[in-house]
């Protein structure tokens, strides 16, 4: 399988973007858009970014719909994450140093992107077997959603460190990325529920 983002879905990108930034885009004009299981994932994840991922969610899905979609959201939420430790660690400043220079912030930040990438090609893997049909869709998806929903948590906590004590306060926006990526890892029975259908799958 290979895959890669057409001219098209990087347009519905960065719509996307702008458009959830400032409350547009429900989930019923999503649905009325009529848009392929591909084309919507690049929704979720800016979704996801947007901290809109809760409205766009769908319980009413098939199962590897749900988790492809929360995988996807997780993606988001992480690359925000990581977004936000970046802009603090390039303008904090402690002992007259940006505190990015400090590998105690810096090798934070490099997991952040590591992990968020690993998770991005999982979950658009499982967006991708999703819309086709794939015979391997139960398993991309439960791969996605349990790899991304831990990344996403790992992010956030790892953003919160690099914020120090702002990174803690209800003031801060990470907060709520962080709640909203404890509650997509929990959902269908944390991580290790969709490892122990994987496990079954490659012991077969």
Same mark, same amino acid.
């Given at each position: 399988m290979?895959?890669?983002?057409?001219?098209?879905? &990087?347009?519905?990108?960065?719509?996307?973007?702008?458009?959830?930034?400032n409350?547009?885009w429900n989930?019923?004009?999503?649905a009325?858009?009529?848009?392929?299981?591909?084309?919507q994932?690049?929704l979720?994840?800016? /979704? /996801?970014?947007?901290?809109?991922?809760?409205?766009?969610?769908?319980?009413?899905?098939? &199962?590897? &719909?749900?988790?492809?979609?929360?995988?996807?959201?997780?993606?988001?939420?992480?690359?925000?994450?990581? &977004?936000?430790?970046?802009?603090?660690?390039?303008?904090?400043?402690?002992? /007259?140093?940006?505190?990015?220079?400090?590998?105690?912030?810096?090798?934070?930040?490099?997991?952040?992107?590591?992990?968020?990438?690993?998770?991005r090609?999982? #979950?658009?893997?499982?967006?991708?077997?999703?819309?086709?049909?794939?015979?391997?869709?139960?398993? #991309?998806?439960?791969? #996605?959603?349990?790899?991304?929903?831990?990344?996403?948590v790992?992010?956030?906590e790892?953003s919160?460190?690099?914020?120090?004590?702002?990174?803690?306060?209800?003031?801060?926006v990470l907060?709520?990325?962080?709640?909203?990526?404890?509650?997509?890892? #929990?959902? /269908?029975g944390?991580p290790?529920?969709?490892?122990?259908?994987?496990?079954?799958?490659?012991?077969?």
């Amino acid at each position: 399988m290979q895959f890669a983002f057409t001219e098209e879905q &990087e347009l519905l990108r960065r719509e996307a973007a702008e458009a959830l930034q400032n409350g547009g885009w429900n989930r019923e004009e999503i649905a009325a858009a009529e848009l392929s299981f591909l084309d919507q994932a690049v929704l979720f994840e800016e /979704g /996801g970014r947007a901290n809109v991922g809760e409205s766009l969610f769908d319980e009413s899905r098939p &199962e590897n &719909e749900q988790l492809a979609t929360l995988a996807l959201e997780a993606v988001g939420i992480g690359k925000k994450a990581l &977004e936000l430790a970046l802009e603090h660690a390039k303008e904090r400043e402690q002992f /007259g140093r940006k505190i990015g220079v400090y590998q105690a912030v810096s090798h934070q930040c490099a997991d952040m992107f590591v992990e968020t990438e690993l998770a991005r090609s999982l #979950a658009y893997w499982a967006a991708w077997c999703v819309a086709e049909d794939d015979g391997q869709a139960p398993i #991309a998806a439960a791969a #996605a959603k349990a790899y991304a929903s831990d990344a996403a948590v790992a992010a956030c906590e790892r953003s919160i460190q690099v914020h120090g004590g702002i990174g803690f306060t209800w003031e801060h926006v990470l907060h709520e990325y962080y709640k909203r990526a404890l509650w997509i890892q #929990a959902y /269908g029975g944390y991580p290790r529920a969709q490892r122990v259908k994987i496990a079954a799958w490659l012991l077969d």
